[in-house]
């Protein structure tokens, strides 16, 4: 039973078996074993390279299969992917939908609104494939891309910068796991190579009769070969991590994130706190001519130690215009206003002590 079911199988896929023939000129594999059959999207007809050159090389034409009457060019024909044309045809019309309807789940601000929106996109490739109302599916689709164009356009750009991302992240990994393999490789030669030269120089001074001292020394270069290739390990780690970390940095891109707003630049210290000292009823100037300050500004006595007759220009103008801002009678006229509000307070507060105070609270 099996084997004969076996051998029908095999039977079938024979060349000259129904499946080789061209429907159009009647041409098998086993005459010809380099044709090649193609389909068309229009209507999944499959017809011999030779027919599809002869038909349809003048222009469009209507397919020469009985009972279809679709006009066909010969720039859509291309070479069948999938055995079964029913999944060739289903797989066309999924890829054709899924070009319009390209939205992604963080479009939507709810699950429910993004598998609705899933929903029609299945109802849509359902009715294409299975012929439901097909001319109104396709004015609805058409009319769907024809209104969202621009968001298809920027859905069908970030897509593409995911694949990138996405390949870019694969080929990063597949480097790093090729300069791990290759340095396990490296330390794994090292420490065979670094146990026989062991071997070899503990038999060299067995030979030369320096048991003792032979295998201090064969333990001390042990010992740094083992630290330097620590070290080396250490370091090509270091490296591996820091590349991995601008591998990161270079291909992860999340969404969503608030805008980084950088902080202004920090102004020199004020220990004033921003209060100006600028005086307001004179300008200060760098020189003021009179005698006395003409001779000061030469006079060893007085410049010797450093002093800057601009500090006594600043301290003589202060002193002099100091008082201009002060009126002593509306400063006094204050004072006495609040001195009356405190009486007033304090006496109301003891009335109201007395008031408060029972017949039992002093006994």
């Known amino acids: 039973m099996s084997r004969s079911s076996h051998s029908n199988a095999a039977g079938s896929r024979q060349p000259g078996g129904k499946e080789d023939i061209c429907p159009v000129c009647k041409s098998t594999r086993y005459l010809n074993p380099d044709m090649r059959f193609l389909v068309n999207p229009e209507c999944y007809h499959k017809m011999c390279e030779s027919c599809v050159d002869r038909i349809f090389s003048q222009g469009p034409a209507p397919c020469p299969i009985a009972g279809c009457a679709r006009t066909l060019?010969?720039?859509?024909?291309?070479?069948?992917?999938?055995?079964?044309?029913k999944i060739e045809r289903e797989v066309d019309v999924r890829r054709r939908v899924a070009k319009a309807f390209n939205r992604q789940e963080s479009d939507f601000e709810t699950l429910l609104a993004y598998n609705n929106y899933l929903e029609d996109m299945e109802v849509t490739t359902f009715n294409l494939l299975q012929g439901?109302?097909?001319?109104?599916t396709e004015r609805k689709l058409a009319a769907y891309a024809a209104q969202n164009a621009s968001s298809i356009s920027a859905n069908n750009a970030r897509?593409?910068?995911?694949?990138?991302?996405?390949?870019?992240?694969?080929?990063?990994?597949?480097?790093?796991a090729r300069l791990n393999r290759a340095a396990a490789n490296r330390t794994d030669i090292a420490l065979i190579t670094e146990r026989e030269e062991s071997q070899r120089e503990a038999i060299d001074a067995v030979a030369n009769g320096q048991d003792g001292e032979g295998s201090k020394v064969i333990l001390k270069k042990s010992t740094a070969r083992r630290t330097a290739a620590e070290k080396a390990r250490d370091k090509q780690r270091q490296q591996q991590q820091q590349q991995s970390e601008d591998t990161d940095h270079a291909i992860y891109k999340i969404e969503g994130l608030k805008p980084v707003v950088q902080a202004p630049p920090e102004k020199p210290y004020d220990p004033f706190g921003g209060v100006s000292y600028e005086p307001s009823y004179y300008t200060l100037q760098s020189h003021y001519e009179h005698p006395w300050l003409d001779r000061a500004r030469t006079d060893p006595s007085i410049v010797a130690g450093g002093y800057d007759l601009r500090e006594y220009y600043q301290r003589t103008m202060l002193?002099?215009?100091?008082?201009?801002g002060c009126f002593i009678d509306e400063e006094m006229g204050k004072k006495e206003d609040s001195e009356e509000d405190g009486m007033v307070a304090t006496e109301g507060a003891a009335m109201a002590a007395v008031a408060n105070t029972g017949p039992n609270e002093g006994l």
């Open 73 to 85: 060019r010969k720039q859509r024909f291309r070479k069948q992917t999938f055995e079964d044309l």
């Open 132 to 136: 439901i109302d097909v001319a109104a």
């Open 159 to 176: 897509a593409s910068e995911q694949r990138t991302t996405q390949n870019a992240q694969t080929a990063a990994q597949k480097e790093q």
């Open 319 to 324: 002193e002099a215009f100091a008082g201009l």
